[in-house]
Antibody
Framework: EVQLVESGGGLVQPGGSLRVSCAASGFTFSTYWMHWVRQAPGKGLVWVSR????????SYADSVKGRFTISRDNAKNTLYLQMNSLRAEDTAVYYC?????????WGQGTLVTVSS | DIQMTQSPSTLSASVGDRVTITCRASESISGWLAWYQQKPGKAPRLLIYKASTLESGVPSRFSGSGSGTEFTLSISSLQPDDFATYYCQQYNSYSQTFGQGTKLEIK
């Protein structure tokens, strides 16, 4: 059974940094592209970033480009999102998403709150 | 980037009604379209994938159809548990984008 478990969320001040993680199990992690999606309070779902199987190709939404870095450790079956220069508008639940062969799998999310 | 236009943004209906939500893609996504149900404080729940395949455990009153750029989610007979927000998502190739969401309210 596919399991995605996010962690690392919390309260951070504007301008600060945070790294969230996603521990994957139940599938061959190293063979799938992975994504981060976020949802601000009361708002819709927004794609944030994606990474290819070996980490050599990444892509970002314009709103986070230059501030966020996606990475993965295939030996640890873990996906990461390093978030720097955080702003109030980055406050959201962050979900990791597996794009499987025919469908998608989601974790339960981790809440990041940017506030002073 | 592929844009997804979902309508309506709000839908008022009664228990037992049949309702339909539409999602339109700015270019063809073949059948790479998923539908989700979300309730407050919860992660999205996958209902339909590959445009028309019902996720395991999802009641058969939910159905999806469409291809190319036009897709629909239908609920045949609304139950009290169905009042929630619904999203479409395209996952063509390596990209993903979402519709704006449809809030299904009790009339």
């Amino acid at each position: 059974e596919v399991q995605l478990v996010e962690s690392g969320g919390g309260l951070v001040q504007p301008g600060g940094s945070l790294r969230v993680s996603c521990a994957a199990s139940g599938f061959t992690f190293s063979t799938y592209w992975m994504h981060w999606v976020r949802q601000a309070p009361g708002k819709g779902l927004v794609w944030v970033s994606r990474i290819n199987t070996d980490g050599s190709t990444t892509s970002y939404a314009d709103s986070v480009k230059g501030r966020f870095t996606i990475s993965r450790d295939n030996a640890k079956n873990t996906l990461y999102l390093q978030m720097n220069s955080l702003r109030a508008e980055d406050t959201a639940v962050y979900y990791c998403v597996l794009r499987g062969v025919t469908k998608l799998y989601w974790g339960q999310g981790t809440l990041v709150t940017v506030s002073s | 980037d592929i844009q997804m236009t979902q309508s309506p943004s709000t839908l008022s209906a009664s228990v037992g009604d049949r309702v339909t939500i539409t999602c339109r893609a700015s270019e063809s996504i073949s059948g790479w379209l998923a539908w989700y149900q979300q309730k407050p404080g919860k992660a999205p729940r996958l209902l339909i994938y590959k445009a028309s395949t019902l996720e395991s455990g999802v009641p058969s009153r939910f159905s999806g159809s469409g291809s190319g750029t036009e897709f629909t989610l239908s609920i045949s007979s609304l139950q009290p548990d169905d009042f929630a927000t619904y999203y479409c998502q395209q996952y063509n190739s390596y990209s993903q984008t979402f519709g704006q969401g449809t809030k299904l309210e009790i009339k």
